[in-house]
């Protein structure tokens, strides 16, 4: 496991400001384009190579900016403000990267490529379903066929978000064609590995620019290219709580920059008649509140996760507790960007409803609906509900 | 014996696709196929067989990892 030093608060605000510019000036501006055709957006992710954010979270040693989950986390929220694909795609990659580096430690092959990383700038897409699994991210049907030192890989994935505008792939597969479905490694194949065969188009409600069809995945490789710890322990330590932090992070960029639309609108009828304040402005302070609870939840996870990497115990991560509270910040999170939402809308009426008007907030509803379903909410209820079986939540 | 009846309860619990018989006592059952939800199963299971109830500082992978371990876990707590 890798600790993180992070960067000094001053340049972090300064990145952040240059996040929010890149926001403004680039990302706001495609967003709709990039909604209405369900198309990558290829300028912005371009433009968060330029700030070297792809490799943020890589060790400052290493090349990178050696920041932490809080700061990954902050990245995401922000870019959330701006386009939630982008922001969702930023996530996604980023949870790869932190399984490169907390858990290729020891291996030349992942230090070589996280060199690569940082002078590439390559985008990291992820395979992790598959098709006949029914959404059990620890079992694989599919297993890496051995021959020699090199391996072969065939794996039918349902999703594959960006699977086609991604540089690289990090896929999970049984050890060997012996293996228990639960016995699974995670194995990093470069673009000039693997071929994709669609199986499926990507035409949903929200998030349509983070492309996630289906593929049937064809991959060579080399041993090497699989990390040395087993899925089971990337997937406790990094991959669950740095998908959940980071998403919930996005999800309340999306409901902030909500409110903030509502609080435009409440200000503008405002100023229209100083006298009668609108009917909606009591509405502005109810989501203000809820919105403190979703950031308050994001950052006490987001802080919690960040002081047991840095205690480094590997322990830690397997007991119950923790895997419920991650659970917990992902099953709330993704209520409550809905909720907010819908706050915001009932704040601004009507012109929030259309999509031609400058306080539409349609994009950020058909978005804030794919949280509870990207790893369904009630999967994860179930497993939190088998765990308090045995968990008494007393420390 | 207590480790006859750990072996007996992961044959009905634990689900693993791994023949019993053909893991040691310090083999890693999570390899064998053990799952977090089936873990759940074992412990009930062995809460009710030994009397015994697990804290929730014993609730991890660690725990349940192997035969050994589960079986040290229960002498702990039956002191």
């Known amino acids: 496991m890798q600790d993180h030093e992070s960067l000094s608060s001053t340049s972090f605000i300064a990145l952040i400001s240059e996040v929010r510019r890149v926001g403004r000036e680039i990302i706001e501006p495609n967003a709709s384009d990039v909604d209405e055709k369900s198309r990558f957006p290829s300028e912005s992710i371009d433009a968060l190579r330029k700030l070297k954010l792809l490799s943020a979270y890589v060790p400052e040693k290493q090349g990178g900016m050696g920041l932490g989950i809080v700061q990954v986390a902050k990245i995401c929220e922000v870019l959330g403000r701006y386009c939630g694909s982008t922001a969702m795609i930023y996530a996604m990659h980023k949870i790869q990267v932190a399984c490169l580096v907390q858990h290729g430690g020891q291996s030349s092959y992942i230090s070589s490529y996280l060199d690569k ?8 897409a992820s395979a992790t379903t598959e098709i006949g699994i029914g959404g059990d991210l620890r079992s694989s049907i599919c297993a890496v066929e051995r021959d020699g030192s090199s391996f072969n890989l065939i794996k039918k994935a349902p999703v594959i978000s960006y699977g086609v505008d991604a540089d690289d792939l990090m896929i999970t597969a049984r050890r060997d064609s012996d293996a228990a479905k639960s016995d699974q490694v995670h194995v990093l194949l470069h673009k000039d590995q693997y071929s994709l065969e669609p199986i499926s188009d ?5 998030f349509r620019g983070t492309c996630s069809a289906g593929f049937i995945v064809t991959a060579q490789g080399e ?9 089971a322990d990337i997937l406790s330590q990094s991959m669950h709580p740095f998908a959940h932090i980071t998403w919930s992070a996005l999800w309340l960029g999306i409901a902030a920059d909500a409110v903030n639309m509502a609080r435009k609108f409440v200000k503008n009828e405002a100023k229209r008649n100083l006298e009668m304040p609108p009917i909606s402005a009591i509405r502005l302070g109810e989501v203000e509140s ?5 950031r308050s939840n994001t950052a006490v996870a987001a802080a919690d996760y960040q002081n047991m990497l840095a205690q480094n115990d590997a322990e830690a991560f397997t007991n119950f507790g923790f895997g419920i509270r991650i659970n917990n910040l992902k099953v709330t999170s993704s209520q409550l960007i809905v909720d907010i939402v819908g706050k915001s809308m009932l ?5 929030s409803y259309r999509n031609d008007s400058k306080f539409s907030l349609c994009r950020h509803l058909r978005d804030a609906y794919g949280a509870a379903l990207m790893v369904n909410n009630d999967r994860i209820l179930l497993h939190n509900s088998t765990l308090l079986l045995m968990h008494k939540g007393d420390g | 014996m207590i480790i006859q009846s750990v072996r007996e309860i992961l044959t009905t619990q ?6 019993l018989s053909e893991l040691r006592e310090d083999s890693d059952l999570y390899h064998a196929g053990l799952t977090s939800l089936a873990t759940v199963g074992l412990m009930l299971a062995l809460e009710e ?9 014993m609730l991890s992978r660690k725990t349940f990892g192997s035969i050994e371990s589960i079986v040290d876990a229960i002498e702990a707590l039956q002191d």
């Open chain 1, 117 to 124: 990383l940082v002078s590439e700038q390559r985008l990291i």
């Open chain 1, 202 to 206: 990507w035409d949903a409600l929200g």
């Open chain 1, 223 to 231: 041993d090497e290219q699989m990390l040395p710890a087993p899925f």
């Open chain 1, 290 to 294: 809820v919105l403190q609870t979703m």
């Open chain 1, 347 to 351: 704040i601004c009426g009507i012109s």
């Open chain 2, 14 to 19: 634990g689900r693993l696709s791994t023949p």
């Open chain 2, 49 to 57: 067989e030994f009397d015994i109830e697990f804290p929730d500082s």
